[in-house]
Nanobody, 116 residues
Framework: QVQIVESGGGLVQPGGSLRLSCAAS????????MAWYRQAPGEQRELVAV????????NYADSVKGRFTISLDNVKNTVYLQMNSLKPEDTAVYYC?????????WGQGTQVTVSS
């Protein structure tokens, strides 16, 4: 069993910052990928950022490059998403995802609202 718990969402003004956290626990394999997705109302879920615990590679959606930073703590099996220069179009429910051994695990989602 794998548990995924997210935290850190909230309401922020345009131009502000938020940091999301996602902790994975349970049967965690030595090789995995963790990612953040988001889904706005009426839209499909989209990949925001991804990080691997092997090779320390990261990748970002074009819409967040230069503003968001994903980081992974291998010891804690925790992934963070630092979001700076937030825009109203970043408003969405943000979901954490863990991929290992051909399985996908999802968190419950955390709401991020960017509004003045």
């Amino acid at each position: 069993q794998v548990q995924i718990v997210e935290s850190g969402g909230g309401l922020v003004q345009p131009g502000g910052s938020l940091r999301l956290s996602c902790a994975a626990s349970g049967s965690i394999h030595s090789l995995y990928v963790m990612a953040w997705y988001r889904q706005a109302p009426g839209e499909q879920r989209e990949l925001v950022a991804v990080a691997t615990n092997h090779g320390a590679t990261t990748n970002y959606a074009d819409s967040v490059k230069g503003r968001f930073t994903i980081s992974l703590d291998n010891v804690k099996n925790t992934v963070y998403l630092q979001m700076n220069s937030l825009k109203p179009e970043d408003t969405a429910v943000y979901y954490c995802n863990l991929k290992q051994l051909r399985n996908d695990y999802w968190g419950q989602g955390t709401q991020v609202t960017v509004s003045s």
